[in-house]
């Protein structure tokens, strides 16, 4: 049973039996479409599902699920989260012009997430998944501090450069006694595509281990996949029209990994 530790600030209440913030400490590793392809997964499994894309500056929740066209509806004063594949979805990129540049200082950044935690009519969610912006600033930590997180999920690549960055976000997490759920090492290696054998494509002399290195579970491994940002003409993901991949089977494995912690 998954203990949710309590936080010293006033939770903002969200009507979701377990929140999961996925950090990834810097840009560029892949951790939206990890967070898009497990929240696709949990719903598959019959899971009432919802995403926060909570990276106020540069939104790509709704662009990936083909959602980049929809403006968030209001009913009694409440913001209606978009449904598509079975997800509740809210982002900035549903209350603003995709191509203004939001020049925001950090309260009023601050200000529009807690709206998104606590004017969104979520309904009843069995997991709300969170998508935390790069780095340590003020939006991830206001977030952290503000929800009963069920746990963290970290997301990189074996990069040094990107390890570096994730060791401070593990150290924010800890700070704020989150519980860190574990680690999800993406891009780590291209398949072959004519001899099948893995290629590393940021090998270590070493050959250790990121969960050795980082002192948490290794939670997934995720290929490096060429195609993954193609979608269909109904903005349907890569994730929908690639079951026998393996980053296919490895999302399964994720999901259900997620959902035997949280039992």
Do not use: H
Request: net charge positive.
């Amino acid at each position: 049973m998954t203990e949710k530790k309590k936080s010293p600030f006033s939770p903002i209440p969200v009507k979701a039996k377990n929140i999961i913030a996925i950090a990834s400490g810097k840009g560029g590793v892949g951790k939206t479409t990890v967070i898009i392809n497990l929240a696709l997964a949990l719903a598959e499994k019959k899971k009432k599902v919802g995403l926060l894309d909570a990276d106020i500056y540069g939104p790509n929740v709704p662009l990936m699920l083909g959602l980049q066209n929809e403006v968030a509806a209001v009913k009694k004063s409440k913001l209606i989260p978009v449904k598509k594949f079975n997800l509740k979805v809210m982002s900035v990129g549903f209350v603003a012009a995709p191509e203004k540049a939001l020049i925001w200082r950090g309260p009023l950044a601050n200000k529009v997430i807690e709206q998104f935690l606590s004017d969104v009519d979520w309904g009843e969610l069995d997991i709300l998944l969170i998508d935390l912006p790069p780095g340590t600033g003020d939006v991830p930590l206001s977030i952290v501090q503000k929800t009963e997180l069920s746990g963290g999920i970290i997301v990189t690549t074996p990069q040094e450069a990107s390890i570096a960055d994730v060791k401070k976000m593990i150290n924010m997490y800890q700070t704020t006694n989150t519980r860190i759920l574990g680690i999800v090492e993406n891009m780590k290696f291209l398949v072959c595509p004519d001899c099948s054998s893995q290629i590393e494509l940021y090998p270590n002399e070493d050959n250790r281990s990121i969960s050795k290195v980082l002192g948490y579970d290794l939670l997934a491994e995720f290929p490096f996949e060429p195609r993954i940002g193609l979608k269909k003409t109904d903005g349907s993901p890569f994730y929908f029209s690639n079951k026998k991949s393996p980053a296919f089977q490895e999302n399964q494995k994720l999901a259900e990994k997620i959902l035997k912690i949280l039992k």
